[in-house]
């Protein structure tokens, strides 16, 4: 049974930095688009950033760009999200989620590209 675990969420203040990850169980994802989604109370789950199985490939936000890296480790079977110079519109819950297919999808920031999903860690950013 395939199982995401999200984890490093917590509450930062405006500028700082916090690292998510993410742990992937019940298979091996190494040839798998992995990608972190962000839900803020009241609004619509949205794209953050995505990765390629190899981790040759990375698509961010327009809102992530410059300031957020995704990365993966095949090994242990795992993706990040570092988040350099937050701002309290980063708050949000964080998920984690990835695709069943091997190939990169041609729309990786669509929810719908996505199969298994985390349930979420929390990341609050104080003005």
């Known amino acids: 049974q395939v199982q995401l675990v999200e984890s490093g969420g917590g509450l930062v203040q405006a500028g700082g930095s916090l690292r998510l990850s993410c742990a992937a169980s019940g298979r091996t994802f190494s040839s798998n688009a992995m990608a972190w989604f962000r839900q803020a109370p009241g609004k619509e789950r949205e794209f953050v950033a995505a990765?390629?199985?190899?981790?040759?490939?990375?698509f961010y936000a327009d809102s992530a760009k410059g300031r957020f890296t995704i990365s993966r480790d095949n090994v242990k079977n795992m993706v990040y999200l570092q988040m350099n110079s937050l701002k309290p519109e980063d708050t949000a819950v964080y998920y984690c989620?990835?695709?069943?297919?091997?190939?990169?999808?041609?729309?990786?920031?669509?929810?719908?590209?996505?199969?298994?999903w985390g349930q979420g860690t929390q990341v609050t950013v104080s003005s």
């Open positions: 989620a990835v695709d069943r297919s091997a190939s990169w999808s041609s729309s990786p920031s669509r929810r719908s590209a996505y199969d298994y």
């Open positions: 990765i390629s199985g190899s981790g040759s490939i990375t």
